[in-house]
């Protein structure tokens, strides 16, 4: 018992189907299906040469180690300094930023259920690099002082030195 393949109706033994006219004797096997598999690649016609590596040359020599730490010029980084280091004469005006900047994120901290803390500690730890010399003092630091934690921190660190 067959069926057709186009509408489903059963043709018996039949190839032609009574009730839509298709023909499912008339379906070819097709090339690939009759033939088998492909045959093997037979390689590079005869008389092809293929051309000849090209030459780079010797290596690049070995470059060596790298270089080791080398400690900074007397001056930097003594006896707790940093890179950039602070005269005694501006100290009490890093200080002053340090504590006000802690006492606003302490205050904003309260005001916005802690979110403030998200950016207040870690602008309160690069203030406290700051004022050890660690960190350069920028206009753009005490700019965003003064925008998300506090006039008064901003303003110090705007008017204290900058290290360019």
């Not at 009759?34 to 037979?42: I, N, R």
């Not at 180690?65 to 980084?77: D, I, R, S, V």
């Not at 940093?82 to 005694?88: F, K, L, W």
Request: with cysteine; net charge neutral; glycine share 14%.
């Amino acid at each position: 018992m067959a069926y057709c393949p186009y509408c489903g109706a059963d043709n018996g033994d039949a190839t032609v189907c009574q009730k839509c006219g298709y023909d499912s004797g008339a379906v070819s096997t097709g090339p690939e299906y009759s033939q088998g598999p492909p045959p093997p690649y037979p390689g590079p016609p005869p008389g092809y040469q293929a051309p000849p590596p090209e030459f780079q040359g010797p290596p690049p020599p070995y470059p060596g180690p790298p270089p080791q730490y080398q400690a900074p010029p007397p001056g930097y980084a003594y006896q707790g300094q940093g890179y950039y280091p602070r005269s005694g004469q501006n100290d009490g005006l890093f200080t002053a930023a340090l504590v006000f900047m802690i006492i606003c994120t302490i205050v904003l901290a309260c005001f916005t259920f802690g979110i403030a803390l998200a950016w207040g500690i870690p602008m309160s730890v690069h203030a406290s690099r700051i004022k050890k010399g660690l960190k350069p003092n920028t206009i753009g630091f005490g700019v965003c002082s003064l925008l998300f934690v506090g006039i008064i921190p901003g303003i110090l660190l705007l008017v204290a030195p900058k290290d360019q």
